[in-house]
């Protein structure tokens, strides 16, 4: 095996453990922080949220108008 191969591996599974699922509790405490605007960073969250929706939006605006120039 290459050295780089281990390495890669090596960070894997170091990294690995460091993951942690979150509990309902937690999802829960985020969804009300989220609410009443308490969450860190929450003008940033608040305008990726926003970006996400424009994209969204925007992907559905030119969808209908493939349609629309198809018809």
Same mark, same amino acid.
Do not use: F, Q, Y
């Given at each position: 095996?290459? +050295?780089?191969?281990? +390495?890669?591996?090596?960070?894997? +599974? +170091?990294?690995?453990p460091?993951?942690?699922?979150?509990?309902?509790?937690?999802?829960?405490k985020?969804?009300?922080?989220d609410?009443?605007?308490?969450?860190?960073?929450e003008?940033?969250?608040?305008?990726?949220?926003?970006?996400?929706?424009?994209?969204?939006?925007?992907?559905?605006?030119?969808?209908?108008?493939? @349609?629309?120039?198809? @018809?």
């Amino acid at each position: 095996m290459k +050295l780089h191969h281990l +390495l890669i591996v090596t960070a894997t +599974l +170091l990294a690995l453990p460091a993951c942690e699922k979150r509990t309902t509790t937690e999802k829960v405490k985020d969804n009300v922080n989220d609410a009443l605007d308490r969450r860190p960073g929450e003008k940033v969250r608040d305008a990726a949220e926003d970006a996400k929706d424009a994209v969204k939006e925007a992907g559905k605006d030119v969808k209908d108008a493939v @349609k629309e120039s198809t @018809k």
